[in-house]
């Protein structure tokens, strides 16, 4: 079964870093996605973690352990066009094949 | 990265009738992905279409409602039959992409359904 968990909503300032949490029970697990996604377009990547441990890219940093089933988004230097949503989606993989399943979403909004 | 090209970008129609949206990719890809965006939630997987069989449907999803075809590696069609107004939401398609020093999904710009 599929099971994902990351806050629905979070506040942030402009300049500040911001983590959004996700927690998730996958079966076939075999890694975890982090996407952006603006209103009214398409998600975009943002980083994939395979391994235990912390990515980073720039701005944005992602985290996984996959004994706990916990990853991390960490944006940093937040700008106004940070706010989107910040979907959570790990891989699984089932029938032979990889398939993203996602979580809810976090809707960032980024103030001044 | 891939580029795929998804049309139509949004139709509005009448309950009852259908619409196919295709998606077409710049290179050879083995599976192809559709999902549905229902307004203000996230992505949930409708089916995987692997070049030369079946789609593979998730659950709650039905072939009977969503057709799907995959001629070859560069194309896809999802149909949604039969529409009622729950069917209004955003499909989109998406891609695996896997090279020696890459492995990803990219998503086509997406199709938004209204109907009415």
């Known amino acids: 079964g599929q099971n994902i968990d990351q806050p629905t909503e979070m506040t942030a300032t402009e300049g500040a870093i911001v983590q959004i949490n996700c927690t998730y029970q996958t079966s076939g697990f075999n890694g975890l996605f982090w996407y952006q996604q603006h209103a009214g377009e398409a998600p975009t990547f943002l980083s994939y973690n395979v391994l235990d441990g912390l990515e980073e890219k720039g701005r944005f940093s992602s985290f996984l352990s996959r004994s706990k089933g916990y990853s991390y988004l960490l944006l940093k230097e937040l700008q106004m066009k940070d706010s989107a949503s910040y979907l959570c989606a790990p891989s699984a993989f089932s029938g032979g094949y990889n398939k993203l399943i996602f979580g809810a979403g976090t809707r960032l909004a980024v103030h001044p | 990265s891939a580029v795929i090209s998804q049309k139509p970008s949004r139709d509005i129609c009448q309950r009852g009738t259908s619409l196919t949206i295709q998606c077409q990719v710049d290179?050879?890809?083995?599976?192809m992905f559709w999902y549905r965006q229902q307004p203000g939630q996230s992505l949930t997987l409708i089916a995987t279409a692997n070049q030369g069989s079946e789609a593979t449907y998730e659950s709650g999803f039905v072939i009977d409602k969503f057709p799907i075809s995959r001629p070859n590696l560069t194309f896809s069609t999802l149909t949604v039959s039969n529409m009622s107004p729950e069917d209004s939401s955003i499909y989109l398609c998406s891609v695996e992409l896997k090279t020696a020093i890459n492995y990803g999904y990219t998503f086509g710009s997406g199709t938004r359904l209204t109907v009415v």
């Open positions: 290179s050879q890809v083995t599976m």
